[in-house]
């Protein structure tokens, strides 16, 4: 784009938010005039309620309309649950990629990660929304149609079965990226595939195209007690969302762009999850890669995900 | 017998050691483990802190030490799952200094170091455990590595985990009904050769 079309395009956006202030400011004065205490979408202007729709995607904003987006999240988060939250958009970090591997053999199927992850990524705990999902599985076997993630017996693990966890597999080649028509997920630099949740048109290509059901439709507002809403967010994580978008894991990207570990490894008792950088050579993942026994969900279907399997 | 037994692990204990193998302690002739040759670096959670009779000496100064196998009193009621009855206390605790441990050859090994204790039988597994591939990280994904130590999650003496109730399972979709897993019955392999040597014979 030249130069003096950007300028051009500016000064439609600059014009075009002017535009929406005057609205709001309007209209909030006629609400004050007729001595309502409040305009009706509770916001202080148009704008403010509805700045969200006018968002770019995220790769295409300016830092200026990030920080006005973060700080619209925030305080729409006051506004809805009376909490303050902290929203932020930390940036990768260099010579990182991330890869994951969970010891089926360790696994006793407790759900302690599914659980932990609900509370991290403040999900919906009314919309049956849950990023990861325990499968149970004969042993000797590995047919799918077969397993059950519904299982609640009186202790784990049951005799004879055993347990996959499945969620994201963050694919190198995603499959749900390739399906989205407008660019609303895409893969970060540090191989965690992201939604922009704003640009999200809620179509469902994506959730069609994932062949491990990891992607999830907020068919509600997710609705979130706001004494357990986690004020740790990120803008491509788990800020809180909107309906009729798609949701799934994101590697706890508020957690571990900063070094810390994803709330499902913290939360496992059993040590079978193990996150690392694939990119460093002296990491735990790599010794994993190189010496055990591995095998990747799906591999023949070529999505490459980078979250692996692997026995003792 | 127990000198051969000492002879048999100081021999895996050097192979499995740094190839520049640190020189034996002068005083005490042991040679230190110091970990495996491209293992990276990580520090261990302490250990003796979380014990609740230590330190104990608080009563074992006053006491001879007894090497008798004998009926366990409160408050040492332990069962020994680990071994199936074949080790008594002094397997792993030291004799003559009960706030330290003792490994397979002999060496005195801190409760902070319990994993040179444990690595001495399941050395494959104290291996894994070393490079990442068992056991659980504190803090971070990030290179400074701190792990637990074995006996955080495993009782030496019953070091088999116990089964316990899982947390509640997905709900169903409003509007649907849980359907439980498609199971085709097959036979099994053997089963089926079975059969057809059944077939064949008829």
Known sequence: MSNDSQKAGDKFDQARRGFLEKLGKAAAGAGAASALPAPAWGGASFLEAFGDMFNKQYKKMTRKEIDAALSRIRRRALRQYGVEIDCDDTPPQENVVFGYAINISTCQGYRDCVHACVKENNLGRDSQVEYIRVLEMDQGTRNLEEADHYYDPDTVPVEGKYYLPVQCMQCDDPP??????????????????????????????????????????????????????????????NRPRPRGVVEKCHFCIQRTREGGQPACMEACPTGARVFGNLLDPDSEIRYILENKTVFRLKEDLGTEPKLWYYTD | MIRTVAGLTALTFAALAVPPVTAADEETGFTPFTGYAAASEFSVVPRQGELVFFPCSQCHEFMEPDATIRELMSPHEVEFKHGQGRFWCYACHKLDNREQLVAVNGEPVSFDDSHLVCGGCHGLRHKD????????????????????????????????????????????????????????EKPKVWQRRDSQEQKHEQ
């Open chain 1, 176 to 237: 749900c990226v390739k399906a989205c028509p407008v660019e609303a997920t895409w893969m970060e630099p540090d191989g965690i595939v992201v939604i922009d949740y704003d640009w999200c048109i809620g179509c469902r290509y994506c959730m069609a195209a994932c062949p491990y059901w990891a992607r999830h439709f907020n068919w509600s507002q997710p609705k979130l007690p706001p004494e357990e809403i986690n004020t740790k967010t990120h803008y491509l994580g």
């Open chain 2, 129 to 184: 455990w070393a490079f990442g591939a068992h056991g659980k990280r504190q803090t971070s994904w990030t290179e400074d590595r701190v792990i637990y130590n074995c006996t955080h999650c495993h009782d030496a003496h019953d070091p088999v985990i116990k089964p316990r109730e899982p947390m509640a399972g997905p709900g169903v979709r409003t509007g649907l009904e849980r359907v439980a897993p498609e199971r085709h």
